[in-house]
């Protein structure tokens, strides 16, 4: 996972974990969530929808261990 990067669309609310790699298809594993894969079958990407309400339990623990990092 450490070529992963992190990208939040804030206007979209929309959490997208990706890597190098052209997309030949999408996967929704589930409401809100999909996965994108290069021609290949490999994972280049992930995309989580409505992230503010996905996550809203964990946000505020994690900020304060960003404030820190």
Sequence with gaps: MEDF???Y???EDILYLAKEG???EVVEISPCVNMELD????LIGVELFKASYMF???LKPMEKKLQIA
């Design 56 to 58: 809203k339990d964990v």
């Design 22 to 24: 052209e997309e030949a």
């Design 39 to 42: 021609s290949k079958g490999n």
């Design 9 to 11: 669309d804030e206007e």
């Design 5 to 7: 990067k992190v990208f």
